[in-house]
């Protein structure tokens, strides 16, 4: 686009400090474009306005005009449709900044005339380039010793703007000597995690966390939990998680599963922080490890489906209880067989409605608690072809 000299509109999606502002000024740099910056933070309709009016004023002279607006969706969706008319014309190229999932936060008609860049945060060979390149604009190399050159990237969390200000603030101390580890923390302030409990790093972890114990790795996921509640996230709400995923993941292949994560939750829900996040990360544990199967999810799943298909079927007459002489005399309970009346104690009566085929809607995984309900669900069918054959 660039060397076509035909910018089009540009959302660019990514975490603080990965470069968004100093891209966009790239941008209107290399382009020839007048560069209006804008905070939707700070600005409103009435600052758009103005800069439409020195956009238009421009083109008519034979220059155009980039709007960069920073924290783009922090603008609601009626302001957002305010400066469509004037990406369309071409009165001004949009270069929106965000940190969240533009999916969510930006119109669809503003998104469609928009392509989407997204940008990561940075590596640690991007990040040791920028403090290279301030020690050469300042002149002299961060009294660091080579621990606390490593410390103070990793405090950094992938943040440009973070590590120069935390060199900004170590090139005006007075130091001695080098600071290790432990001098650096006091020297500066170290700081939180990146994470957004109502935010999209809300899900993402969580979203890790899941498919983490999924694929039984509950080192990963031991991982996300501590990020998690660095983070500040509510432990209740991972408990709630981590319930979730012994009911879906582990199912019927440890039935204990649900309970250690109940009472996991539980123990939490008296002891309190920090003691009582030990118990969720044993219930990790304990679920990373545990054989896995979603078989109730998908009989469950099927039976629903199933269920919306053949409307109002009623029960067979045999499965109804009927105290009243009436419903005697209607059929209700005619020919139950009492299974525990019966050989093996399993009548092998059908009880799907009149009309509707057996159907076999929950289908055990081999693996866990699950292989010996896959025999006794076996043998009962066994009886059931052994009985009807004989009938």
């Known amino acids: 686009m660039i ?37 939707a933070v700070f600005s409103g309709v009435a600052d758009l306005r103005k800069i439409f009016e020195r956009a238009k004023q421009r083109r008519a002279g034979g220059q155009g005009t980039l709007l960069f607006i920073d924290e783009i969706h922090r603008f609601n969706r009626a302001q957002q449709d305010g400066f469509l008319p004037y990406v369309e014309d071409g009165t001004v190229v949009l270069v929106g900044a965000t ?8 119109n669809a008609a503003l998104l469609s005339r928009c392509q989407v860049l997204v940008l990561r945060r940075l590596e640690q060979v991007t990040l040791t380039a920028i403090l290279e390149r301030a020690e050469t604009e300042e002149g002299r190399r961060l009294p660091l010793t080579p621990g606390a050159r490593r410390q103070i990237l990793a405090m950094a969390d ?16 007075k130091s001695e000597g080098p600071l290790d580890e432990a001098a650096l923390l006091k020297a500066i302030q170290k700081r939180a995690p990146l994470y957004d409990k109502n935010r999209e790093s809300h899900y ?46 582990v199912g019927l292949a440890d039935p204990d599963a649900a309970v250690h994560t109940m009472t996991a939750w539980e123990t939490y829900e008296r002891l309190g922080s920090p003691e009582g996040e030990l118990a969720l990360a044993q219930a990790i544990i304990y679920l990373g490890c545990a054989p896995k199967s979603n078989a109730a999810y998908k009989a469950y799943g099927a039976a629903r489906k199933l269920a919306k298909a053949t409307g109002s079927l009623a029960p067979p007459a045999h499965s109804l209880n009927a105290p009243p002489r009436l419903m005697k005399d209607l059929g209700y309970g005619k020919d139950y067989a009492y299974d525990h009346d019966q050989p093996e104690s399993f009548s092998g009566q059908d009880y799907f409605p009149e009309g509707l085929s057996r159907q076999q809607l929950y289908c055990p995984v081999e693996r866990g608690f699950e292989r010996d309900l896959g025999k006794r669900l076996a043998y009962w069918q066994r009886l059931r072809d052994s009985r009807g054959e004989d009938t």
């Open 204 to 249: 993402n972890l969580i979203s890790a966390l899941h498919k983490s114990l999924r694929g039984s790795d509950c080192d990963a996921a031991l991982y996300w939990l501590a990020r998690m509640l660095e983070g500040g996230e509510d432990p209740r709400y991972i408990a709630r998680r981590l319930l979730r995923f012994a009911i879906e993941d």
């Open 158 to 173: 992938g943040d440009g703007r973070h590590l120069l200000n935390l060199a900004e603030a170590l090139f005006a101390l």
């Open 3 to 39: 060397s076509a000299r035909r910018l089009t509109s540009i959302v660019l999606w990514g975490p603080p400090g990965c470069g968004k502002t100093t891209i966009a000024r790239l941008l209107a740099e290399v382009s020839d474009l007048a560069f209006e910056p804008l905070s």
């Open 99 to 106: 940190t969240e999932n533009p999916s969510f936060e930006l």
